[in-house]
């Protein structure tokens, strides 16, 4: 599926309880009744939201949504997030979303809040089976998370009856209510598709159950909550003058990266260089039967995947850093000899989770180089980055990378199924992680 598709989607209308369900894409004039059910509220939604300095009235304001619907729209468009609202018979009542699309592994993230009048009614559990639906048929998707606070006890209820499994507790993976807290990792993948669809067997199994019928807020037409067309320009107008610096980005090169730990000088962290390629594609030789996602696959395909225009098309896509679409790559020296790369890829919309990979030339280097280079990274991460939490998946039969992961501090906190690797090998991969020393003041 292509990934304008996802502009314009509409899911539904289905029927559960006597009550229409369409999901739909968020317009600005719902602006008066979003506001009024998030600040009603609050006290439902708050506690798992992502953290902010304003408080819930400030973050609710006209300029914001406005901001919200130009977002999910430009997102839309590049196929990264399908972001709806939740209709129940006409009426403005939750949004589901899903982010982090990824076409290459077929993965997303979903996300959803529900109008708390009617909560408890199968509502939000069809609304996520129709977004699970389009995600396993026409989106193409193989496998869907959602991370869940251990707190949000009838979400992760409610996702258990979907068909979502739990895999892992993720240490301080999300900062919601002033602080980073622990979530729970829930996933599913294409092979729990029931018969007839998710949406279908949703309705089959709660049809007989709260057989009364929910009733969404009433439209909000004060007109103190009205979007005036002074509000919406302003915000039009500052949205699209963010998104034209936010242009430049990858036309400026972030600083030259060169890192060295005192106890063992010989191994280097640095940026990677042009020149690089020929030391790369032999050190790859080395490593095939390890990163290659299919080292059975023909000679000529991995030449192909080795040449020098794919390593240029990935050494500048990779060229603004962190924020870019391949993630922060330095070369691993030992010596002064090429040994590998570490990455850390795949930020967080909040820019303070990533995953990391470190690979080193065999050859070149054991299991003290790339030690040394993974706490190198992990110590940039956290000091000059920025970073909060650090993970990385490692297949279960990969005793080495566990045991270098062990070494430097992270913990196993569960099994991904059928996740897609950095090697790109869909498979179960247990899933490693550590977060950032607390500061205690």
């Not at 709806?84 to 982090?100: K, P």
């Not at 060169?258 to 063992?264: S, Y």
């Not at 992990?378 to 992961?405: K, N």
Request: with cysteine.
């Amino acid at each position: 599926m292509s990934s304008s598709s996802l502009s314009g989607i509409r899911l539904g209308p289905m029927t559960l309880h006597a009550t229409t369900v369409l999901l739909r894409p968020p317009r600005v004039d719902d602006y008066a009744q979003w506001r009024r059910i998030r600040l009603r509220d609050q006290r439902c939604i708050e506690p798992f939201w992502s953290s902010s300095p304003l408080d819930w009235k400030a973050r609710h304001t006209g300029k914001l949504w406005v901001r919200e619907c130009l977002g999910v729209r430009a997102e839309a468009r590049t196929g990264r997030m399908l972001s709806l609202v939740i209709e129940v018979d006409g009426r403005f009542a939750g949004q589901i979303e899903l982010v982090s699309i990824e076409a290459e592994t077929g993965s997303a993230e979903m996300g959803i809040w529900v109008d708390a009048a009617v909560a408890r009614h199968g509502i939000g559990g069809l609304a996520s089976s129709l977004v699970l639906d389009f995600g396993f048929g026409p989106a193409g998707l193989q496998r869907i998370t959602a991370p869940i606070s251990p707190a949000n006890i009838a979400t992760a209820r409610g996702a258990a009856l979907i068909g979502f499994q739990r895999e892992a507790m993720m240490t301080r993976y999300f900062d919601v209510g002033g602080a980073r807290r622990d979530h729970e990792l829930w996933a599913i993948t294409k092979a729990a598709i029931p018969p007839g669809g998710f949406a279908r067997a949703w309705i089959d199994d709660h049809s007989t159950q709260h057989p009364d019928t929910p009733q969404p807020a009433e439209a909000d037409t004060s007109a103190d909550t009205a979007l005036s067309r002074a509000t919406v320009l302003v915000a039009t107008a500052r949205y699209y003058a963010g998104r034209a610096l936010h242009l430049i980005d990858p036309l400026l090169a972030p600083p030259t990266v060169r890192l060295t730990d005192p106890e063992d000088p010989a191994v280097v962290l640095r940026s990677r260089r042009l020149l690089d390629w020929a030391r790369w594609r032999a050190a790859r030789v080395h490593t095939r039967d390890a990163l290659d996602p299919d080292p059975n696959a023909p000679a000529a395909t991995w030449q192909r995947k080795h040449g020098r225009l794919p390593w240029l098309r990935e050494f500048l896509r990779a060229r603004p850093g962190l924020r870019s679409a391949y993630g922060l790559t330095l070369a691993i020296e030992v010596d002064g000899d090429y040994a590998g790369e570490c990455r850390l890829f795949d930020l967080d919309m909040f820019d303070r989770n990533a995953r990391m990979f470190v690979w080193t030339d065999p050859a070149v280097g054991g299991d003290r180089v790339r030690i040394t280079a993974t706490r190198l990274l992990l110590d940039h991460a956290f000091s000059t980055l920025g970073l909060c939490r650090v993970a990385t998946a490692i297949e279960p039969g990969d005793i080495d990378s566990a045991d270098i992961a062990a070494r430097v501090g992270m913990v196993r906190e569960g099994r991904m199924r059928c996740f897609v690797g950095a090697t790109g090998r869909r498979a179960d991969h247990d899933l490693w992680a550590v977060t950032a020393p607390i500061d205690r003041g």
